[in-house]
């Protein structure tokens, strides 16, 4: 079964500009998550996606954003690009939502890697 | 600011020695996920811990949930060389997710 693939794997863009970042969980999963790493920050939490609904949201500004379609895949939105935006964006995907009890296995696509210039 | 830390931040082991990694976290978690990152890859899941005082055993790899829930530990025991990499907590808590510090272990052969 296919992993999750998250496109593009390399991006360079110029402060001031948006970006869409794509990412297709695997087959029959639901629920996707987005997360940025950064050498200074680490793995922070950007939000979840189950079933075209956002669930949940870290503390990131509004220059972020994300939507999923109806066949689980989902996209996240950078506008108005900083140089502190540059990072690797990794998103997860796993058959439900997590929550506070069921174990829920989270699958990690390759990231994008974006470049702020 | 940053609610789950790991220590140590860097680890450097003999190979066949063990190695064991802290998270602490500064609110009670629902649950806590550990997740294994090699060099230049992608984070990759190994276990979740649900209940107060749960240990689960994975061959070399120990992991604990503290009775308060509000601390993990994963052992690995004789460490090899592909246990290079970075380590890291996740916790749940509410509805926001927090992933460790992470601790980076190095293996010398």
């Known amino acids: 079964k296919a992993g999750v693939t998250q496109t593009p794997r390399y991006l360079i863009k110029t402060r001031g500009q948006q970006v869409t970042l794509s990412c297709s969980p695997i087959?029959?999963?639901?629920?996707v998550s987005w997360y940025q790493q950064t050498p200074g920050q680490g793995l922070q939490f950007l939000f979840e996606?189950?079933?075209?609904?956002?669930?949940n949201k870290g503390n990131f500004p509004g220059r972020f954003s994300g939507r999923q379609f109806s066949n689980s895949r989902s996209e996240m939105n950078v506008s108005t690009l900083e140089l502190g935006d540059s990072a690797l964006y990794l998103c997860?995907?796993?058959?439900?939502?997590?929550?506070?009890?069921?174990?829920?296995?989270?699958?990690f696509g390759q990231g994008t890697r974006l470049t702020v210039v | 600011g940053q609610q789950v830390m790991q220590i140590p931040q860097y680890q450097h082991v003999q190979e066949g020695e063990d190695f064991t990694t802290y998270c602490n976290s500064s609110?009670?978690?629902?649950?806590i996920q550990w997740y294994k990152q090699r060099p230049g890859g992608h984070p990759v899941f190994l276990i979740q811990?649900?209940?107060?005082?749960e240990v689960k055993k994975q061959k070399r790899l120990t992991f604990q949930f503290g009775e308060a829930k509000k601390n993990s530990s994963l052992h690995i025991t004789a460490t090899q060389t592909t246990d290079v990499g970075t380590y890291f907590c996740?916790?749940?808590?509410?509805?926001?997710?927090?992933f460790g510090t992470g601790t980076s272990l190095t293996v010398i052969p």
């Open positions: 997860a995907s796993s058959l439900r939502p997590r929550d506070r009890v069921s174990i829920t296995e989270a699958f």
């Open positions: 087959s029959g999963h639901r629920s």
């Open positions: 996606y189950f079933s075209e609904t956002q669930r």
């Open positions: 609110t009670t978690l629902s649950n």
């Open positions: 811990l649900v209940k107060s005082g």
């Open positions: 996740a916790g749940t808590t509410g509805n926001q997710f927090y």
